[in-house]
Nanobody, 124 residues
Framework: QVQLLESGGGLVQAGGSLRLSCAAS????????LGWYRQAPGKQRELVAR???????NYADSVKGRFTISRDNAKNTVYLQMNSLKPEDTAVYYC??????????????????WGQGTQVTVSS
């Protein structure tokens, strides 16, 4: 069973920083892409940042220059460094993975595995 476990959320003042982590565990063969999404109350879930297996990165325009996504392949972990936080960054942040799981004898592809989410609140 594959799980994504996020950590690092919390309450911070505007202009502050937080670092989110998401560790994937279980019978993982490979991780193709990792991403962070967020969902604010009353709004749809939106992409924040995504990093592919060959380190191609894309960011939402609203976070460019403030957020940095990175990954540690040895640890199956993705990070989101968030600087210069704004109240409008307040949301539940979700980790997402496109991965291959299984064993030598049987494997499967999960294009859309989600973590449970971590709350980020930015006060003005």
């Amino acid at each position: 069973q594959v799980q994504l476990l996020e950590s690092g959320g919390g309450l911070v003042q505007a202009g502050g920083s937080l670092r989110l982590s998401c560790a994937a565990s279980g019978n993982i063969i490979s991780i193709n892409a990792l991403g962070w999404y967020r969902q604010a109350p009353g709004k749809q879930r939106e992409l924040v940042a995504r990093i592919s297996s060959d380190s191609r990165i894309n960011y939402a325009d609203s976070v460019k220059g403030r957020f940095t996504i990175s990954r540690d392949n040895a640890k199956n972990t993705v990070y989101l460094q968030m600087n210069s936080l704004k109240p409008e960054d307040t949301a539940v942040y979700y980790c997402n993975a496109d991965l291959t799981w299984g064993s030598t004898w049987a494997k499967g592809r999960d294009y859309d595995r989600w973590g449970q989410g971590t709350q980020v609140t930015v006060s003005s």
